[in-house]
């Protein structure tokens, strides 16, 4: 092997390494998980899922404060396809995909599209306030430090090492996919088009 050749094929490996670093997102600390392999997601592609209709597990009922002190019950979004967002103010590839949510919320808000925020080891609210601010992000936030919230999930559907986490809920409140790491614009409505379509 020539030295061009290994060259290029060590930058290579260099570049999946990150790639797949990335593909982890923020996948460091600490809440527990509700993770685990028994998911019943189907592979899409690389950090993508959805789920058979058939299959899908309900979703739970999440209440609490959001960030800028509201209420918030996702009982009074029955009938709408909600997209939850998993993210902190701390983690990069979530300020990397807020443009994306934010684009993708404002098209779709017509068209009963719901999307919610989780926003989740932010000891206090005035990082996700300020996150929230600087990428006019228009959709409510619930405030879960501690992941509590998070833990309602059905196992296997979040994993709390990885931060960012987009979760797709259909319009009969079942789970109907997620996306892992962050989500661009294409991805969430290759995810939204064929759930919207049901």
Known sequence: MSVSSH??????????????????????GGTSS???????????DAGASL??????????????ETVDGKKLDTADYRGKVIVFNVWGSWCGPCRAEADHLVKVSNDL????????????????????????????IPYPSLHDPAGKLLLRFPKG???????????FVDRKGRIAGRIIGGASEERL??????????
């Open 7 to 28: 060259s290029r094929s060590v930058l290579f490996a260099a570049g999946t390494a990150v790639a797949a670093i990335a593909l982890s997102a923020c996948g460091t």
């Open 51 to 64: 789920e058979k209709e058939g299959d899908r597990l309900k979703a739970p009922r999440l209440t609490g």
């Open 34 to 44: 509700s993770s685990g392999s028994d998911t019943n997601l189907v592979n899409a």
């Open 189 to 198: 409505r290759g995810m939204l088009n064929p759930i919207l379509a049901e």
């Open 109 to 136: 808000a017509d068209d009963g599209v719901q999307f919610i925020g989780i926003n989740t080891r932010d000891p206090q609210t005035s990082p996700a306030l300020a996150f929230e601010k600087n990428y006019k």
């Open 157 to 167: 559907v979040f994993n709390a090492q990885t931060v960012p986490t987009t979760i």
